[in-house]
Every structure is written in C-alpha cells, then in structure tokens.
C-alpha cells in the first residue's frame, strides 16, 4: 500500500507521514467555541477532521483523537453574564447542540473531548 504523505504547512512541502509510535496516530484537533450554535461553514472543518480520522483508522491506526471544546472566551464571558447564567451553564446547551449536530452528520467522536475550563 503506498504510503501517506501530507503537506506540510511550516516547509510547504509534502512529506510522508511517519507517527511517533508505530501504529498508533495520536491526532489532536480544535473543535468549537460554544458562544453560540456552530454553522455550516463550522463544519467543514469538522467533516475534515473525520475523514482524516476515518482514513487513518481504514489504514490500521490505532487512533487516539483528542478535541477540545473552546467553553471560555471574551463573547463567552459576555454573553454569559448578559444572560445572567454562569458559564458552564451559557455553554452547555451549545456543547451538546454541537453533539447533536455531530451525530445528525454521522461525524465520529473522538476518543477523548476536553473543554478548556477542566484543562
């Protein structure tokens, strides 16, 4: 099978993609800030990230895939405070409308969802 290459953005080369451990792709991707509900043009970068996901598992990688959930922000703080909630609060239904979103796209979840405010 021919190998993966990528291009990568800091050389502005296509390089072949070599994982630290054999086998095994640990993938970290951004996900959304949950001000408000994501739109179309959110996804497109979700949709990506599960295709890559998706091809590097088809291609026998054992994938630990962590996504952020971006809950804090100054529209976050803001919004939160104008809505006289606090932020875990302002956010949840955001996180889980983007969940929801995610399964009506049939994107897959990651292994591993971290919200900025645990970390």
């Known amino acids: 099978m021919a190998e993966i290459q990528l291009h990568n953005t800091l050389s ?3 390089e072949p993609f070599v994982p630290q451990k054999p086998g095994e792709v640990r993938m970290y991707t951004c996900g959304p800030t949950v001000y408000d509900y994501a ?3 959110n996804y497109r970068t979700f949709v990506f990230q599960d ?3 998706r091809f590097l598992k088809l291609r026998g990688f054992e994938l630990q895939h962590v996504m952020n959930l971006t809950d804090v922000d100054d529209r976050i703080i803001a919004n939160a405070a104008a809505a006289g909630k606090n932020i875990r609060d302002y956010t949840d239904r955001f996180v ?3 969940f929801d979103d995610c399964k009506t796209l049939s994107i897959e979840a990651p292994e591993h969802w971290i ?3 645990d970390h």
């Open 115 to 117: 919200r900025a405010t």
């Open 39 to 41: 739109h179309i043009g």
């Open 96 to 98: 889980q409308a983007f």
């Open 51 to 53: 295709i890559l996901r």
């Open 12 to 14: 502005g080369k296509l």
